[in-house]
């Protein structure tokens, strides 16, 4: 007898009975750009169809992407000014802050509103964290890592009094999963979630994203994010995030890191996430562009592929329009 697997693709019916990885609405994540001050959204020239949003913007796409069923938005502030302890990440009345209570009153019943606790939006200097001398000759700035910590425990804490449902750590800082969540329970915000950023590269990918929020980022990042080389050190990272107390982990980038992606699915105990960046999105529009892929279905692949890989929940910019398409 010959084997022939194409009997279970003859149709689109039977390829969608057999499929062994389906996308669903509620498994997207919607990141979200409030621009300080905006009186009309700002569109992003390096993520078209992605904006800076105004007040007034950013309730129409909240409301959006509740009706199109998606299940969260993560929430990035651009400041109107920032110094170099990132004072506006930790100011009640900041474009953050402001953004959290907003999302909380038009959606909170609907999406889980989920907030990026790091300062690179914030500082002048572009970087996560608060800055030191080094100790090695020549003084060289680095980022202080203990320093930043407290900056963290204190942005976390200003984005559950707001109301956030889920912290989104992403600086990459040792220790930082530990300190949030201690703060959080001493607090009495035991039903604050945590996401880690736990496998975090230091990749080119992110390159749109600078422009998204803008970043006035000096040097790199090298000393903190992940090197792309490496995968056991990004499974490392995980583990130690799970056991300081991380309700979910998340791999980012996503496409160029889904052996890392795979590797964690098969060992976490908690939910695994995966970010599409913004040079992922730039990458496929700007293709899509010049008529070279159909966008549509490079769309869904490329998320699909991720799933496949092992997320259980998918961020990307394109969140609200795949919901409507699955829908």
Not at 99 to 114: F, N, P, Y
Not at 312 to 327: F, G, M, P, Q, S
Request: charged share 25%; proline share 4%; with cysteine.
């Amino acid at each position: 007898m010959q084997n022939r697997p194409r009997r279970l693709r003859t149709t689109p019916a039977m390829r969608r009975l057999v499929a062994e990885t389906r996308l669903h609405p509620a498994d997207l994540v919607l990141p979200m750009f409030v621009r300080e001050g905006a009186t009309e959204p700002h569109p992003i020239s390096s993520m078209p169809g992605v904006v800076q949003h105004s007040d007034d913007s950013f309730k129409r796409a909240l409301a959006d992407a509740a009706a199109a069923g998606i299940g969260g938005i993560m929430l990035f502030g651009v400041p109107l000014s920032k110094d170099a302890v990132g004072s506006g990440a930790t100011d009640p009345d900041g474009v953050l802050a402001k953004a959290i209570r907003t999302a909380v009153s038009e959606v909170g019943d609907e999406l889980v509103v989920q907030t990026d606790v790091c300062l690179d939006e914030f500082t002048d200097h572009g970087h996560c964290g608060v800055l030191r001398a080094s100790s090695a000759p020549g003084g060289e700035l680095v980022v202080d890592n203990d320093a930043t910590l407290e900056r963290y425990r204190d942005m976390a804490l200003l984005h559950a009094e707001a109301g956030a449902h889920m912290v989104g750590l992403s600086g990459m800082m040792d220790g930082q999963v530990a300190v949030v969540r201690d703060a959080l329970e001493n607090a009495g915000r035991v039903d604050v979630s945590i996401l880690a950023y736990s496998a975090k590269y230091a990749s080119a990918f992110y390159g749109p994203f600078r422009e998204a929020v803008q970043s006035s980022l000096t040097g790199n990042r090298r000393s903190y994010q992940l090197d792309a080389a490496n995968s056991r050190e990004g499974l490392r990272e995980v583990a130690l995030d799970i056991e300081e107390g991380a309700d979910v982990v998340m791999v980012k980038p996503a496409g160029s890191y889904l052996d890392v992606l795979a590797e964690t699915a098969a060992f976490s105990t908690v939910p695994v996430w995966a970010y599409q960046v913004s040079g992922e999105y730039a990458m496929i529009e700007a293709a899509a562009a010049h008529g070279w892929i159909d966008r549509e279905r490079a769309i869904h692949e490329s998320v699909l592929s991720i799933k496949r890989a092992g997320a259980d929940v998918v961020l990307t910019y394109w969140a609200t329009e795949i919901a409507k398409a699955l829908r």
